[in-house]
């Protein structure tokens, strides 16, 4: 069941249109700097992230694991990440964890050598759910041995879940158990693709995470999938109208810069370069990109690393636009936010 439900996930997200309704990245206009005053070639996209130094401050975000098909995109995936040294997540690990048969597709990423990589759990399982009992500390820290993992990203999904008949609709106390795990695992939070506010990322300090990624509305709407696997007409009706629920990616970035001084990943809606600068110059430390990687990462490696490039090429002639040698510059360039963003504000 969960095993065909992550292999829906990919080919819905493979063939339908699975967007959220606006793309917020272009409601963001930069100030062109007419005399960059630098030379293209001084432009480094290097950056120390979370202890480590990596090329590109992009990740490959989670996707996928636990069925046949993903063993392959997980290893293109890690590939790409020791080829490019950047940093890489993987999918749900709970098949694994409940199916020690599906292992091989999460282990292969151990085989790699990675700048850094992110387990993955989702919110809802850290907590009793009906009929289904609570993963533990131990369960997590095996999910990160079977990886040779970093962090571990709990990932938020309740909007997906309550779209689904027999979705994971418990959530009382759950901040107080990530409390308790944060103590022994380092932990990011992560939402996927409805964004954390300015409240939440106080709440998930206070928890303890270490870094958050935001996740927001505007890119992969997983209530857009659940529309497409749901044969169900009320359910239907449900993922429709909530298929644009959420915060957009660049206001999550900035509630949560002004809230909290971790580090903050911008994932959610990027698809290139510009969009890449637009999240960076907003406070973000570094991108992830889920949805744009995935029909490369299904093709091969070669295709993978071809689009990772093309994204930090087009990032290096933002910059180079905007006359900033390194990333942390991004910071300082002027922007204007326009249109549907400026009521956010
Ligand atoms: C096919 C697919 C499967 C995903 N599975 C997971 C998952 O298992 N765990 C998770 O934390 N996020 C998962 N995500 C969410 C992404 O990591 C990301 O947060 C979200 O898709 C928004 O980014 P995007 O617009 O770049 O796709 C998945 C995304 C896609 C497209």
């Given amino acids: 069941m969960i095993e065909s ?12 249109n699975v967007s959220a ?14 005399a960059p005053e630098i030379d293209m070639e001084d432009i480094s996209t290097e950056i120390s992230f979370l202890g480590k130094k990596i090329s590109a401050p992009i990740v490959i975000s989670a996707i996928t694991g636990g069925y046949e098909g993903a063993t392959d995109i997980n290893d293109r995936i890690s590939s790409a990440g020791e080829e490019l040294n950047i940093p890489i997540g993987v999918g749900s690990q709970r098949p694994a964890l409940e199916n020690k048969e599906l292992r091989d597709s999460y282990e292969v990423v151990a085989q790699h050598d990675i700048p850094l990589v992110f387990g993955n759990i989702g919110a809802p399982q850290l907590i009793e759910q009906k009929g289904k009992t609570a993963f533990t500390i131990e369960d997590c820290m095996e999910a990160m041995e079977m990886i040779n993992g970093d962090y ?3 990932h938020f ?21 990530l409390k308790e795990m944060a103590k022994e695992i380092p932990i990011i939070a992560k939402e996927t693709g409805a964004g954390i506010s300015y409240e939440m990322a106080g709440e998930l300090k206070q928890a303890g995470v270490k870094a958050i990624d935001v996740g927001g509305m505007g890119g992969t709407s997983f209530s857009a999938v659940e529309y497409y696997r749901t044969k169900n007409s009320d359910q239907k009706e449900l993922a429709n109208l909530l298929w644009d629920w959420g915060i957009p ?34 406070g973000a430390d570094v991108v ?14 070669e295709q993978l690393e071809i689009y990772i490039n093309k994204v930090i090429n087009e990032l290096k002639v933002v910059m180079f636009l905007l006359g900033c040698k390194k990333v942390g510059e991004l ?12 009521d956010w504000l």
């Fill in 152 to 154: 571990l990203a709990v």
């Fill in 288 to 301: 992830g990109i889920a949805g744009g990687v995935l029909p490369a990462a299904n093709k091969s490696k």
């Fill in 21 to 34: 309704g606006s793309d917020y990245w272009n409601m963001i206009k930069f100030f062109h700097r007419a």
């Fill in 5 to 16: 439900r992550k292999q829906d996930h990919i080919d819905i997200c493979l063939k339908e």
């Fill in 157 to 177: 999904n309740f909007l997906q879940e309550v779209i689904q008949p027999e979705g994971d609709d418990r959530a009382a106390n759950l901040l107080k158990v």
């Fill in 331 to 342: 910071k300082n360039s002027r922007i204007l936010l326009t249109g549907e963003l400026r």
């Fill in 249 to 282: 990616t660049p206001i999550s970035i900035i509630e949560c810069r002004r809230a909290v001084d971790l580090p903050i990943i911008s994932t959610g809606g990027i698809r290139n370069g510009l969009q890449a600068a637009k999240a960076l110059a907003l």
